[in-house]
């Protein structure tokens, strides 16, 4: 066992120092931007594909390339017992939490659910260090939301009920994602790779049914591949690659931009045109992103670990959907 760890970590090497060349914001910007890129093509995908269906297409293929390229069977056949629950819970809330996303998605412009889904790690940050800074992340916060939101209650209730949903899996995600990248037992992205065995099925069961008319289709195939790469296996790489060499202060501050990146490829990609009040909602959102502080970043020093995409932002785990 030794002397296949030694072979696989002298065959990682070579990436990781041609990764060292490439500054790491400039993976942070490819992660961004397919964060919501995928997302926006699967939306375009919706007038082909249901949503759930559109979701099962982004987690199965996401799967098949994670297993093709890091087999995770072989971590997961050496893991404890409660590893291998972590990682299979992990799993489940990726399934969920995709498919309430997309269907999310259908309903309200991408930057609005975006902003939404910001809103736990924002409390929860303010949950672990009660200072005065988090509570005016957390005032800003809520007050960008419910900018957002207001008006959408009135048209699209149900989109505004699955964002809160998928916000709510997202903060659960947080804090297994968290779990995880600290499991002893799981190296890299390898956890990462088992979740995503795990949601396939899981995926399956909640919307499998609704992409069995389109599996003889070659282009809503592919596309869904095309979903599936660009926003689960792409952005993942560009995480590990960014949090490397980037502190969590300024992985942080960068990642407050995102909901602003969200609602840009919104108007580009899918001519969603933000009103006065939804401009206004997402820069509060922003604002509140770049101010909150975690536990780690007002004084405490976190145990040594290696960053992974199951925990992008080191102990803040930020991740969207």
């Given at each position: 066992m030794f002397r296949r760890s030694v072979r696989r970590d002298n065959q990682?090497?070579?990436?990781?120092?041609?990764?060292?060349?490439?500054?790491?914001?400039?993976?942070?910007?490819?992660?961004?931007?397919?964060?919501?890129?995928?997302?926006?093509?699967?939306?375009?995908l919706f007038a082909r594909v249901a949503p759930l269906g559109v979701a099962w297409l982004r987690i199965v293929s996401a799967a098949v390339v994670f297993a093709l390229w890091r087999r995770p069977?072989?971590?997961?056949?050496?893991?404890?017992?409660?590893?291998?629950?972590?990682?299979?819970?992990l799993g489940v809330v990726l399934a969920?939490?995709?498919?309430?996303?997309?269907?999310?998605?259908?309903?309200?412009?991408?930057?609005?659910?975006?902003?939404?889904?910001f809103l736990p790690v924002i409390v929860l940050a303010a949950m672990g260090v009660r200072s005065p800074r988090n509570g005016l992340a957390l005032a800003l916060a809520v007050a960008g939301v419910y900018a957002l939101v207001a008006v959408q209650l009135h048209?699209?209730?149900?989109?505004?009920?699955?964002?809160?949903?998928?916000?709510?899996?997202?903060?659960?995600?947080?804090?297994?994602?968290?779990?995880?990248s600290r499991?002893?037992?799981?190296?890299?992205?390898?956890?990462?790779?088992?979740?995503?065995?795990?949601?396939?099925?899981?995926?399956?069961?909640?919307?499998?049914?609704?992409?069995?008319?389109?599996?003889?289709?070659?282009?809503?195939?592919?596309?869904?591949?095309?979903?599936?790469?660009?926003?689960?296996v792409i952005p993942y790489v560009c995480d590990q690659l960014a949090?490397?060499?980037?502190?969590?202060?300024?992985?942080?501050?960068?990642?407050?931009?995102?909901?602003?990146?969200?609602t840009v490829i919104g108007i580009v990609v899918l001519a969603q045109i933000p009103a006065a009040r939804q401009v206004l909602g997402v820069a509060l959102v922003v604002a509140a992103v770049a101010l909150h502080r975690d536990r780690a970043q007002a004084g405490a020093t976190p145990p040594t670990r290696a960053r992974t995409p199951a925990d992008p932002a080191g102990d803040t785990a930020l991740r969207f959907g």
């Open positions: 990682d090497m070579p990436t990781a120092s041609r990764s060292n060349t490439i500054p790491p914001q400039v993976y942070f910007v490819g992660s961004a931007v397919f964060h919501y890129l995928g997302p926006a093509f699967a939306v375009l069977w072989r971590t997961l056949r050496l893991a404890d017992r409660a590893t291998v629950q972590l990682i299979a819970g969920v939490m995709n498919s309430c996303f997309y269907e999310a998605i259908a309903r309200l412009p991408l930057g609005t659910v975006s902003a939404i889904e048209g699209e209730p149900l989109g505004v009920a699955l964002a809160f949903a998928n916000a709510g899996l997202f903060a659960l995600y947080i804090v297994l994602a968290h779990r995880v499991a002893s037992r799981v190296p890299g992205i390898d956890g990462l790779a088992g979740a995503m065995l795990f949601a396939a099925p899981v995926t399956t069961a909640i919307g499998g049914w609704v992409v069995l008319p389109h599996l003889l289709d070659p282009v809503a195939i592919g596309a869904g591949v095309g979903v599936g790469v660009t926003s689960s949090m490397v060499r980037l502190s969590r202060a300024t992985y942080s501050l960068m990642v407050s931009l995102l909901p602003a990146t969200a």
